[in-house]
Nanobody, 114 residues
Framework: QVQFVESGGGLVQPGGSLRLSCVAS????????VGWYRQAPGEQRELVAI???????YYANSMKDRFTISRDTAKNTLYLQIDSLKAENTAVYYC????????WGQGAQVTVSS
């Protein structure tokens, strides 16, 4: 069973930066497309970005410019770099394959507040 464990969240002031990590059990990122999703309070979970096995990336329109998805296949780790954080970025961030390889994990809580 594939499992994803997110980390790197925290409380950050507006304008700050944060890098989230997602460690997967087994070699996942070389065989599956994997993405970052988020769920803000009172909202449904939404897609943030996708990183395909060939290296191609996709970002939701609202996530462009300040979000960067990357991976380290040797470490089975996926990253999400968020720059110039805004209050609207406050949410729980999850990593998952668009095809639903694993159950949703606990996610990483990102709170942007001054």
């Amino acid at each position: 069973q594939v499992q994803f464990v997110e980390s790197g969240g925290g409380l950050v002031q507006p304008g700050g930066s944060l890098r989230l990590s997602c460690v997967a059990s087994g070699s996942v990122f070389s065989t599956f497309a994997v993405g970052w999703y988020r769920q803000a309070p009172g909202e449904q979970r939404e897609l943030v970005a996708i990183l395909y096995t060939g290296g191609t990336t996709y970002y939701a329109n609202s996530m462009k410019d300040r979000f960067t998805i990357s991976r380290d296949t040797a470490k089975n780790t996926l990253y999400l770099q968020i720059d110039s954080l805004k209050a609207e970025n406050t949410a729980v961030y999850y990593c998952q394959s668009p095809g639903g390889v694993a159950p949703w994990g606990q996610g990483a809580q990102v709170t942007v507040s001054s």
